[in-house]
């Protein structure tokens, strides 16, 4: 371990740095490729593992079923888990972007509403009050 101690001088410094980078590549190479064959015997070991086990727990549910016990193994759709992550964070809650009425120069709840809303106003001039509540509007 003491005969390849890297002490090398400026000029020589790109190779030394060089050098030991390829074979930390290839060594990277390698653990990847080991990575790889790690996770093929995980797969593997999992496969027959639940197989295994699903053998067992049908064996089960077969004796459960002879005693007059109707059970099933099932597993579970994955769906929900989606579901709660995307109530988690919020992004899906606002369906369509608000856009605001450029007359108005507001929102609206519980909906916003555009220019087509005053199409019957002779003179184009935001709602007030009296108007939102007879569309049934809040200003927002
Ligand atoms: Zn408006």
Redesign the pocket.
Same mark, same amino acid.
């Given at each position: 371990m003491v005969a390849k101690k890297p002490s090398a001088p400026a000029a020589k410094l790109t190779k030394a740095v060089f050098g030991p980078a390829a074979t930390v590549f290839e060594k990277l190479q390698k653990l990847d490729e080991a990575r790889a064959k790690l996770d093929e015997s995980r797969q593997d070991l999992l496969e027959s593992a639940k197989s295994e086990l699903l053998a067992r727990g049908q064996a089960v549910v077969a004796e459960l079923k002879t005693l007059g016990f109707t059970y099933a193994l099932i597993e579970p759709a994955k769906k929900s888990h989606h579901k709660q992550e995307k109530g988690e964070s919020g992004i899906r809650e606002r369906a369509k972007p608000q856009v605001m009425?450029p007359?108005?120069k507001f929102h609206t709840a519980p909906q916003d !509403?555009?220019?087509r809303? !005053?199409r019957n106003q002779v003179l184009k001039a935001?709602?007030d009050a009296a108007e939102l509540a007879r569309r049934g509007l809040t200003r927002i």
């Open positions: 009425c007359i108005c !509403h555009d220019r809303s !005053h935001p709602f």
